[in-house]
């Protein structure tokens, strides 16, 4: 996909809906976006979609992370438990009690 462009335009819906084509093309390769409107008041942006991952490759994205040794594995369990503990000794107060 083309580069995100910063740069915004502002046009007509009519001028938009006369060029549809050119302007999807912009937007899809060049990553322009454009503030649509009607009459002096913007209805509309035609911008790109951010890209993003699909949940499907979640499980391969998370095998690719750096694994925790046995010992930072441990530390990490025994730093979680010590503050679970020292969460269930702290007082809850309600903010909104008055």
């Known amino acids: 996909m083309g580069k995100e462009s910063s740069i915004q335009y502002t046009l007509s ?18 990553g322009e976006r454009f503030v649509l409107v009607r009459g002096k008041k913007p209805i ?10 699909r949940l499907t490759e979640l499980p391969n994205l998370l095998a690719s992370l750096p694994h925790l040794s046995e010992t930072d594995a441990m ?3 025994e730093d979680i438990a010590e ?12 903010p909104w009690e008055s």
């Open 83 to 94: 503050a679970r503990s020292r969460l269930s000794q702290v007082e809850v107060s309600d």
């Open 13 to 30: 819906v009519t001028e938009v809906a006369r060029h549809f084509a050119e302007y999807i093309n912009r937007v899809a390769h060049q």
């Open 44 to 53: 509309a942006e035609l911008c790109p979609l951010p890209v993003g991952k």
């Open 75 to 77: 530390q990490l369990g």
